[in-house]
Every structure is written in structure tokens, then in C-alpha cells.
């Protein structure tokens, strides 16, 4: 199912993340970047070793921010990686709406037109799933009317109950826009 909110198309969907196709892709990651389980986990087995050994180059950034780098052997060009925890610590609601901003801001800067999320923080970090789909959605709509390259804004879920509370979300959120 897909809104739209001051040009930009949001998207809500089940799915494997690791073969959309679109510019970028943004990895649940921690603040080392090290690509462990989860989201991460996926994208290092679909994308191969290319992403993690640029990963590795970039070194730590602070939790709250976000990274770039290229897609190794997925169908994105990029991975923006949204450090929205340390390396087994847990996601704050600061901490998401921080990386989820910053991942929203890098794709823009880059030029590019679509983009696709996760749930961040909910896998192993322990984020509750509704208040990560409010807070991810303000983010996509708080960035909506300065956007200049982003068109397309998709949330790839794993499971029923993921697409369930977003779904809700961006009823509540972007309909009324």
C-alpha cells in the first residue's frame, strides 16, 4: 500500500529488504558497523564481503548517526547504515529518530530517489515495534517538504506484525497531510 505526502511516496510492504530495487537500502546497524545478525546479518550474506570491508574503512561513528557505502553485489547501489544502538546495547527513541533523520538526510545529499527501511531497532535492540513505526514515519514526514532528490520512501517489514503497526502509521500520519 503506498501514500503520498508532499512528493514523496511512502510504501509499506512485507518483504525482503535485501532485494529491493531501489538507490539505497539502510541497514539496522550498530555504532561499530560491524554486520552481525538481523537486518545487518542479512545484507552481509546478500550483499557479500565488499560492504562490511568498506564498513571497516569508515570505523565507529555515534550512535544516532549514519554512514554510506556501496551495495556490494545487492540490486541498491548503497547501504546507508542508521547506528541506532551500540554493538549489544539497546535503541532509544533518540537514537532512532536521530538515525532514521540522518539516513533520510544522507539520501537526499546523494541524490538519491528511493530509498527503503527496515523496522530499525526492533530485531535484536528491543525497540517496541508501534513506537518505532510512529517515530520512523515523523521522520519521512518531517523531511517531506525540504526533500530535493528523494521520491520513493519504502518500509520493507519482516513479518505480519511489522506491517501491521506501519500500515497503522502512516494511516494515522499521512493521510491527514
Same mark, same amino acid.
Given at each position: 500500500?503506498?501514500?503520498?505526502?508532499? +512528493?514523496?511516496?511512502?510504501?509499506?510492504?512485507?518483504? *525482503?529488504?535485501?532485494?529491493?530495487?531501489?538507490?539505497?537500502?539502510?541497514?539496522?546497524?550498530?555504532? *561499530?558497523?560491524?554486520?552481525?545478525?538481523? =537486518?545487518?546479518? &542479512?545484507?552481509?550474506? &546478500? +550483499?557479500?564481503?565488499?560492504?562490511?570491508?568498506?564498513?571497516?574503512?569508515?570505523?565507529?561513528?555515534?550512535? #544516532?548517526?549514519?554512514?554510506?557505502?556501496? +551495495?556490494?553485489?545487492?540490486?541498491?547501489?548503497?547501504?546507508?547504515?542508521?547506528? /541506532?544502538?551500540?554493538? +549489544?546495547?539497546? $535503541?532509544?527513541?533518540? /537514537?532512532?529518530?536521530? /538515525? $532514521?533523520?540522518? /539516513? @533520510?538526510?544522507?539520501?537526499?545529499?546523494?541524490? @538519491?530517489?528511493?530509498?527503503?527501511?527496515?523496522?530499525?531497532? $526492533? #530485531?535484536?535492540?528491543?525497540?517496541?515495534?508501534? *513506537?518505532?513505526?510512529?517515530?520512523?514515519?515523523?521522520?519521512?514526514?518531517?523531511?517531506?517538504? $525540504?526533500?530535493?532528490?528523494?521520491?520513493? =520512501?519504502?518500509? =520493507? @517489514?519482516?513479518?505480519? *506484525? &511489522?506491517?501491521?503497526?506501519?500500515?497503522?502509521?502512516?494511516?494515522?500520519?499521512?493521510?491527514?497531510?
Amino acid at each position: 500500500m503506498s501514500w503520498r505526502v508532499k +512528493g514523496l511516496t511512502v510504501e509499506v510492504q512485507q518483504g *525482503d529488504l535485501t532485494i529491493q530495487d531501489v538507490d539505497a537500502i539502510v541497514n539496522a546497524a550498530n555504532n *561499530d558497523l560491524e554486520l552481525g545478525g538481523g =537486518v545487518a546479518g &542479512a545484507i552481509a550474506r &546478500a +550483499g557479500g564481503p565488499a560492504i562490511q570491508a568498506e564498513c571497516r574503512t569508515i570505523g565507529s561513528i555515534e550512535v #544516532g548517526d549514519a554512514a554510506i557505502t556501496g +551495495g556490494g553485489a545487492l540490486r541498491a547501489r548503497y547501504v546507508i547504515h542508521a547506528a /541506532s544502538m551500540r554493538l +549489544g546495547g539497546h $535503541t532509544t527513541a533518540e /537514537s532512532l529518530r536521530r /538515525s $532514521t533523520r540522518r /539516513s @533520510l538526510e544522507i539520501a537526499d545529499q546523494h541524490g @538519491l530517489h528511493s530509498i527503503a527501511f527496515p523496522a530499525i531497532g $526492533t #530485531g535484536i535492540a528491543h525497540f517496541p515495534m508501534a *513506537d518505532c513505526a510512529r517515530i520512523m514515519m515523523e521522520e519521512v514526514v518531517a523531511l517531506a517538504p $525540504t526533500a530535493t532528490s528523494l521520491r520513493d =520512501v519504502r518500509f =520493507v @517489514l519482516f513479518g505480519g *506484525d &511489522a506491517e501491521a503497526a506501519f500500515r497503522v502509521e502512516a494511516e494515522r500520519q499521512l493521510t491527514t497531510k
